[in-house]
T-cell receptor, first 111, second 114 residues
Framework: DTAVSQTPKYLVTQMGNDKSIKCEQNLGHDTMYWYKQDSKKFLKIMFSYNNKELIINETVPNRFSPKSPDKAHLNLHINSLELGDSAVYFC??????????FGNGTRLTVT | AQKITQTQPGMFVQEKEAVTLDCTYDTSDPSYGLFWYKQPSSGEMIFLIYQGSYDQQNATEGRYSLNFQKARKSANLVISASQLGDSAMYFCAMRERAGNQFYFGTGTSLTVIP
């Protein structure tokens, strides 16, 4: 039973397109996150939601918009994709004093 | 200042030997948690071990142990009896009680040599 699942696993698209990545967790956690991992493997926090409320919004272009319809879901929509958006995007969830549970990642390639 | 520092971009270890991956952290919050994650070439992030700032004993999970030196603000991961499957990127992370954010280091790439 997958704890944090994100889809799709791979996403190949052209510059200028709009795409979405979906994330769902069945752990009952209150907090969900989006992380971006670049080609050097550096993990950068993008957003965090706690009970559907945005609590962390790092310096991310406005083209990235998270949406949390309920506390088990946190989707990421990206407008006008650019080459530099190519990366692996990880969804994750946590509860106070618990580790961060990651999804398997979405490898986004913008051509 | 960096919250988490991992100074070893790459490490090599002989199979069956022990290896220590370094991690230092920076926080003024007296309550925090320290975590280690493994990322194999397949890409998933695997949680390995957790140490709370108030824990008196070093955490252990199977072949993984965390060498926690609070005064030095270090939380090194020790892997005993290395196996070929241990070859991966390893990330140290910290969460302060005051916030919801997990801070990650830049990672250490471990290669186990047969």
């Amino acid at each position: 039973d997958t704890a944090v699942s994100q889809t799709p696993k791979y996403l190949v698209t052209q510059m200028g397109n709009d795409k979405s990545i979906k994330c769902e967790q069945n752990l009952g956690h209150d907090t969900m996150y989006w992380y971006k991992q670049d080609s050097k493997k550096f993990l950068k926090i993008m957003f965090s939601y706690n009970n559907k409320e945005l609590i962390i919004n790092e310096t991310v272009p406005n083209r990235f918009s998270p949406k949390s319809p309920d506390k088990a879901h946190l989707n990421l929509h990206i407008n006008s994709l650019e080459l530099g958006d190519s990366a692996v995007y990880f969804c994750a969830s946590s509860q106070l004093n618990s580790p961060l549970h990651f999804g398997n990642g979405t490898r986004l390639t913008v051509t | 200042a960096q919250k988490i520092t991992q100074t070893q971009p790459g490490m090599f270890v002989q199979e069956k030997e022990a290896v220590t991956l370094d991690c230092t952290y920076d926080t003024s919050d007296p309550s925090y948690g320290l975590f280690w994650y493994k990322q194999p070439s397949s890409g998933e992030m695997i949680f390995l071990i957790y140490q709370g700032s108030y824990d008196q004993q070093n955490a252990t999970e199977g072949r993984y142990s965390l060498n926690f030196q609070k005064a030095r603000k270090s939380a090194n991961l020790v892997i005993s009896a290395s196996q070929l499957g241990d070859s991966a990127m390893y990330f140290c992370a910290m969460r302060e009680r005051a916030g919801n954010q997990f801070y990650f280091g830049t990672g250490t790439s471990l290669t186990v040599i047969p």
